[in-house]
């Protein structure tokens, strides 16, 4: 079935969306200038803004937020109640006293690399990088980026351990991130 026949009057998808194949969105969703990669499931209650991309197969579970410039690539899973930043200091108004507009701040972006899993209640800070397969244990508050495989949990979230071998390609030394610190 074509994803938009399956809207119901509680989804709301601006025409701007670019959807993949087989999307299966739930109600009360809210998306708008971004793009979802085919067969990926976004739960009840999510909101997606312009300019993020979500890979295929992925797992979007609800009352999650994806703000702009987060890059979600396939096979991601983030679990319920994940919120995404892209503004570090941010401020409801200018200098001058009048609410903010885009000139007025910088979008940080966040890059979720394939495989990778994000446990529900977690907090994602902007411009960090999240390695293939790594896993952000719930209730986390990601501040640094995430080595490919690692197991991350806490606030500021650190290092547990590793899991198993990656099933998805080997990574090219430009692609591993900068160690987040370790559990002493
Ligand atoms: C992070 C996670 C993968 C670790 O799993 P695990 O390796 O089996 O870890 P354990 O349960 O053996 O716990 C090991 C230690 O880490 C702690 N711990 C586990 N998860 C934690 C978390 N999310 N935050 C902080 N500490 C955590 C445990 O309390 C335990 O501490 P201790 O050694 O002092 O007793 C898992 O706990 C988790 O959070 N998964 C995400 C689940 C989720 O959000 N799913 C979403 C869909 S429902």
């Known amino acids: 079935m074509d994803t938009r026949q399956q809207r119901g009057l509680c989804q709301s998808i601006a025409g701007d ?20 990669g085919s067969r990926t499931k976004i739960g009840a209650f999510v909101e997606i803004q312009k300019g993020a991309k979500i890979g295929t197969d ?21 679990g319920h109640q994940v919120v995404f930043i892209n503004d570090r200091y941010p401020r409801a108004a200018n200098g001058a006293g009048q609410l903010q ?42 501040t640094k980026n995430v080595p490919a495989n690692a197991i991350v949990a806490g606030n500021p979230a650190r290092i547990m351990r590793y899991c198993e071998a990656s099933p998805v390609h080997e990574q090219t030394a430009q692609e591993v991130p900068e160690p987040m610190i370790k559990l002493s």
């Open 58 to 78: 992925c797992k979007i579970s609800s009352h999650t937020f994806i703000c702009e410039g987060v890059i979600v690539e396939d096979q991601v899973f983030i």
């Open 101 to 142: 507009t885009e000139a007025d701040w910088t979008v940080e972006s966040t890059l979720v690399k394939r495989g990778a899993s994000i446990g529900s209640g977690s907090v994602i800070l902007c411009s960090v990088t999240i390695g293939e397969n790594a896993i952000v244990g719930a209730g986390s508050v990601v």
């Open 17 to 36: 969306v670019k959807l993949g194949e087989d999307v299966k969105i739930y109600n009360f969703v809210n998306l708008y200038g971004c793009e979802i």
